[in-house]
């Protein structure tokens, strides 16, 4: 059964509601499908091309930071010119190389991503596994480096933690908060990189699904991935402002609860025969 435009809406308020969380929004939508009328996986394209939404929500919130990075990484190293600060163009460097293992591992494992990590045995797993990783790191990390004391090496191990969110229930903003609170980096400075880092991930990603699925039969028809797309982008624009206002002062314990609770039910559901793994 095809998706309905309900449907449809559905997944993309739950796309906008959990992109930006620690709590997996491909988990989610994975294991939604299932209980929506229409029965089925929206699938591992739908999932990307709806992120293209949450991330313009990440463009038009970060819109002065991005122009200011990308400004001045031009100027710096295209035009060769001193305009723009220095500090501003090593962020776009930075954001490059943290881009390169999600790219070069979604490229590898392109087939298994789209097919055999999401069933979802694994994602209750990785929701609960992941989760539990995400307090310890709340729990003991320093949070007192600042973004700007972003160094390569802690780039590109953000960027690996982004690229363990090609499996369904880890959590790409989740994956990469973890990993700064355990290199120490404030909850504000680890959440903004790692908006900052998606944006180009998500963007590829999404696009790439868009292209590659022009002419093939979807689950979801592209009139209600649209509005889908669409739904996530306003939905994830409220959640980016309540979610960096949240963390400066609160602790990532409720999601942490969360993913264990959900993670939990999920495998008491695979376990009942209720949902089918695959």
Do not use: C
Request: proline share 4%; hydrophobic share 55%; net charge positive.
């Amino acid at each position: 059964m095809s998706t309905s435009w309900l449907d449809a809406a559905i997944l993309g308020l739950v796309q906008g509601l959990t992109e930006f969380l620690p709590i997996s929004s491909s988990a989610h939508l994975r294991v939604l499908g299932e209980f929506l009328p229409s029965g089925a996986d929206p699938g591992a394209a739908f999932t990307a091309i709806t992120q293209i939404g949450t991330e313009l929500a990440v463009v038009v919130y970060f819109r002065h930071d991005i122009l200011r990075i990308a400004s001045a990484w031009i100027n710096r190293t295209l035009l060769r010119n001193t305009n723009g600060e220095a500090a501003d163009a090593r962020m776009g460097w930075l954001i490059i190389l943290g881009s390169l293992p999600i790219i070069i591992l979604g490229l590898l494992f392109k087939d298994a991503i789209e097919t055999g990590l999401r069933n979802l045995y694994i994602t209750a797993t990785a929701l609960i596994v992941f989760g539990i990783i995400l307090g310890i790191a709340d729990r003991v990390g320093a949070k007192v480096r600042p973004l700007e004391k972003l160094t390569w090496t802690h780039g590109l191990l953000f960027g690996l933690a982004q690229a363990m969110a090609l499996i369904p229930g880890v959590s790409r903003s989740g994956g990469t908060i973890t990993a700064g609170l355990l290199m120490g980096y404030t909850r504000e400075a680890a959440a903004r990189y790692s908006f900052l880092l998606a944006i180009p991930a998500v963007f590829g990603s999404g696009f790439y699904q868009l292209f590659k699925s022009m002419g093939e039969v979807n689950p979801v028809g592209w009139g209600e991935t649209f509005l889908a797309t669409v739904v996530a982008f306003f939905v994830g624009y409220v959640v980016i402002v309540f979610f960096l206002k949240l963390i400066s002062t609160r602790s990532y314990m409720p999601f942490v609860w969360y993913r264990v609770v959900v993670g939990l039910g999920l495998l008491a559901l695979l376990g009942l025969g209720v949902l089918a793994p695959i």
